[in-house]
DNA sequence: TTGAAAGCGCTAACAT
DNA sequence: ATGTTAGCGCTTTCAA
């Protein structure tokens, strides 16, 4: 491993020039610049992080904070910020809530105060106020993916208007039995998402003028076997519902499978509609409404860019909403 | 964020003193210890990455090399090794591959020389010659997982076998045509993990006397989707299968869809088993061999651990056998 | 057991 | 445009 010394060396400069050349600073001539470039290549040279770090206060690496690793959703968004973080020669590490409370502690009280991060992207994280000026007093900017989040510039879905037009969907089709599937209390840590599609489905209703009926709700947690126990209990009402509204398209294919499983058709008999595009939407043809993770990875790592480099007459945008787009297939049809 | 030398002047000694306290040195008196503690939690004082690893050489934290995230058994292993981790006071900086070759280069060439990380764990992964000398040469160690990798200690479960159990299992229960989902070409890149398990499975037949029948193999990419494409097709032919082996559970759950399509059922009319024990084998009650991906990583961070923190007379394994485990569920049945 | 001081490998003023 | 030099915040000899 050479060190900048032996590439100033080579070059017949000094670390200093190197160190210049290296960063793209301007002030360095044509000549200079290329002998020191072929030196640190033909030395096989790269800048020591952290001496670099040490030196100038920045890592190049970024911190991503999630609940949980092991689902669609949050594997996406960090498949798309990483791509997005290593294009940009910075590095990617990862703290994974899942383990409990005395993790996210360590975290935030031990792990992100150690100068490894420049900064930090949250993922369906209700951040407390401690936490949050914890990272700010260190300088580290924040983006919470999946807002708002006080003080932290968030990128998020508007999670009541998605959910409205699911179920407005639905009630277009000619449905006015819609049951919902949403999130029960403990998978609230995720922002009161569950709530928030729970309010537009009933807000979908009410304009409606359908009653909401509460033995049409089911609470399952976000997964195809939470689904298909939710569906079979509402599918097995006396008055079953004629569509189903997911908060989650994993739900949504648990509710596939057992409407099948009860030998009644999808769309025939029950309407099926999710949320998130998730890779075996297709597959089952669920409708759903899209809301495209990787893209919300990358442009988390966006966002972070234009404050750990501020570019000319950017203005750092606060709470920025995400597209999402209604994904017609086969799982909905006009009521019979 | 107080420095070492606030901790310092607020305990009444010097830096180095502050230093050995917190690093637990001996040469410490207990109630300098003490003193030295309490003055840092007052000041919430963190040390900096950066400046002790740049003293040090060393920075806590691995680099976990993947060629996809977006799939359980990645994203299981990262989560084991995550826990493992942090459990130690370690970072982990994730580099995905599922870019192509040009990312591939660059963390190699870039990324992981740049004295980030202390170790790195590959995971599937066949490096090349270079990309371990490379790493060797930095002395940084290396765990691979999903071996045997030539200079690289790795951790594998015996794929081969594995494929012959799971095919025994279906010739004890009396079954002769027995069919094969693996993988393609393309999927190769996980180590001929493909062509292992075909081999197992035409030794098991071999064994039994059952000829090899090549319109009982058909090809998929590990997905749902794919294993629901393969057995399509496998399951229209004139002689259909009694059972399927499918070389993972997603596939396999794709191949009782199939079956479930075709109005047959599983396992009265085909039996189907698969490899993992993925999170959705038990919703669909899928036989299966467990192969426990989160411990995985959990072993994989223990191995770098030992090499990093060497204790008295451990001895480095090369090549650790992993463990399986045949979990029967309600998909496999005697041939009726 | 503790302190003083010399680095670790870079970058950024400040000179020239 | 380039070189000199003083740190960045720790750890670790070496001395006491």
């Known amino acids: 491993m050479p060190g900048i010394d032996e590439v100033a060396r080579l070059a017949g400069v000094s670390t200093a020039t190197v160190s210049r050349a290296l960063n793209g600073k301007l002030s360095v001539s044509g000549p200079t610049r290329d002998r020191v470039l072929a030196a640190a290549s033909r030395l096989g040279y790269v800048v020591s992080s952290n001496a670099s770090g040490l030196a100038t206060g920045r890592t190049k690496n970024v911190g991503v904070v999630i609940p949980f690793l092991n689902r ?20 990617l590490t990862l703290y994974n809530l899942s383990g409990g409370g005395e993790e996210r502690r360590s975290v935030f009280e031990h792990f992100l105060l150690r100068k490894r991060v420049d900064a930090v992207i949250a993922i369906s994280l209700e951040l407390t106020p401690s936490e949050v000026s914890r990272m700010l007093a260190m300088n580290t900017p924040i983006v919470g993916i999946g807002g708002p989040l006080p003080g932290v510039r968030t990128l998020s879905v508007d999670d009541v208007e ?7 969907y639905l009630i277009d089709l000619g449905h006015h039995s819609i049951a919902h599937i949403g999130g029960s209390q403990e998978s609230e840590r995720d922002f009161h998402l569950p709530t928030s599609r729970r309010v537009g489905y009933e807000a979908a209703l009410a304009d409606a003028g359908i009653p909401i009926d509460p033995s049409l709700f089911e609470a399952g947690s976000f997964t195809i076997e939470s689904g298909h126990r939710a569906a079979m209990r509402l599918l097995s009402q006396p008055h079953r519902p004629t569509a189903i509204f997911a908060a989650s398209d994993e ?7 057992a409407v099948r499983e009860l030998g009644l058709a999808v769309p025939g008999d029950v309407s099926v509609i999710g949320i998130d595009d998730h890779e075996l939407a297709s597959f089952f043809g669920l409708t759903t409404i899209a809301q495209f993770p990787q893209e919300q990875g990358r442009r988390a790592v966006e966002m972070l860019m234009e404050e750990l480099h501020p570019g000319t007459g950017d203005t750092l945008a606060l709470n920025v909403p995400l597209p999402v787009e209604l994904v017609v297939r086969q799982s909905t049809a006009r009521r019979g």
């Open 162 to 168: 998605v959910a409205r037009r699911c179920t407005q």
């Open 251 to 257: 739900m949504a294919i648990g509710a596939i499978l």
């Open 72 to 91: 669609w959703f949050y594997s996406s968004v960090i498949e798309g910020a990483e791509s997005a973080l290593l294009q940009r020669g910075y590095d």
